[in-house]
């Protein structure tokens, strides 16, 4: 369990790292450019963001939990990586001019040409990235993201500043893409093979297609509403949707990024060592929830002057969109390890299943709401998420012998301080308006309450993030 704790630390001060100076690039960004400019930028963005699920075709998860992995493994992964990941750079500068005719923005193919260029770099930063983790070795991890994120802000803002609009945000990106290929060459690890092999791809194909196809349809969840919506409506719409999906992400994935990549490791290593995955798979999930869930909540009830605070007036109209979408990622965050847990037992079709299913649940609820709405869209997330819900709770019960009724009472506890949660920060809007133009009384109110608030939750449950709290402040002598 130390090591788990010290990978976690790890991990989280990465990956937290860079997402408070993501949330400063954000808010900068915000107030620097308009809807109709982030809006075009997110279009391509979240066309890219898709296909580059395929550029490793799940040769991270591989490499992590292979039970033996040998210098031949890693030159077949690395070479199956090339292929891969090379040929989808090339596909996306072949369909650069025709997405760009597909939207009528023309501007989008050059965006394209741009971030392109990471996928040729690819290869050398996620092998080594993926060998770190297996080793659960976050340290060179932490310095290389520190550095590579703080070039690609201050590239992103001077270039938005001398009037690149968009392409600034392209360039940002590829600046951090070039860098972390630059620092992982110096920092490899030790059994990190730079000679490419072609021979025994089909072992790791095998487990990355499925892999890789699952993975591109989670992510597809965040950006296919960009695509629909750029394609039905306006950019300054994608823009809005984007940034009240954009919020609650943030929020979620700031709380879960630490231990997320942790979870494969640890659960892989649960299952080598013949422990029950079960139980390990519930313990994680209920802690998990025990900090995510109840932060959703309240941010659900408090999106307007959250919105305002994060982008500016100028998005208030993303503050509705984002209450319901922080309800969708309290239902999601339940199952957040499932994949993680079903590679681990190896059903990585099951995992693809799952996905699928999922997906086209959404994307038919997305293109039937859209004449009524944005909100309503986001409204289609919550039934979404509650479906996924009962999916994958019955594919877990079938797969993993996970009890159904254990697990939910497991969660009871954390349903009681988030519930808790939300009804002192709807006693706190009576007396601070969430509406007011001084949109930061009410958030410097609830934030020097809530967390105390939610530890008096934990305790009077006897959550066992409680008991992990008070243990971590005992090691350290507080």
Partial sequence: MGGIRQAIIYSSAARYTMKLMGLVSTMLISRLLTPEEIGTFAIASAIVMVMSEFRMLGAGGYLIREKVL????????????????????????AAAWPAGRFYDLPDLAW??????GSFFLAPYISIP??????????????????????????STIGLILLGFSYFALAFGQSIMAVSQFLMFLRERPE???MRPSFRGLKAVASFGVFNSLANLLRRATLTVPDMVIGKMGTTAQVGMFSRGLGFVTFVSQT??????????PYLSNTRRSGGDLAAAYTRASVMMGG?????????????????????????????PLAAWLAVWGMIRVVHNFANDVLMA??????????????FAFLLTGIILAYPHGLESIARVFVLAGAFEWLLVTWLLWRVIGLSPVRFVCAWWGTALVTALCMLVTWALERLFPFDSPDYWKPIVVVALTMPWVWLVGLKLVGHPLFTEIVSLLRRRGL
Avoid: C
């Avoid at 959703?296 to 208030?316: H, N």
């Fill in 70 to 93: 040998n210098p031949d493994k890693v030159r077949s992964v690395l070479g199956l990586t090339l292929i891969i990941s090379w040929s989808v750079g090339v596909l996306i500068l």
């Fill in 111 to 116: 965006i394209f040409v741009i971030l392109s």
């Fill in 129 to 154: 990235s993926s060998l770190y983790s297996r080793s659960m070795d976050f340290r060179v991890q932490f310095k290389i993201r520190f550095v590579s994120t703080l070039l690609g802000f201050f």
């Fill in 191 to 193: 059994n990190m093979e």
């Fill in 255 to 264: 709380l879960t990024m630490g231990v997320v990549a942790v979870a494969l």
């Fill in 291 to 319: 900090l995510v869930v109840p932060v959703l909540g309240v941010a659900s009830l408090m999106s307007l002057p959250a919105i305002r605070l994060f982008f500016g007036p100028q998005w208030d109209a993303a503050a």
């Fill in 345 to 358: 037992s190896e059903r990585e079709r099951v995992m693809l299943l799952k996905e699928v299913i999922a």
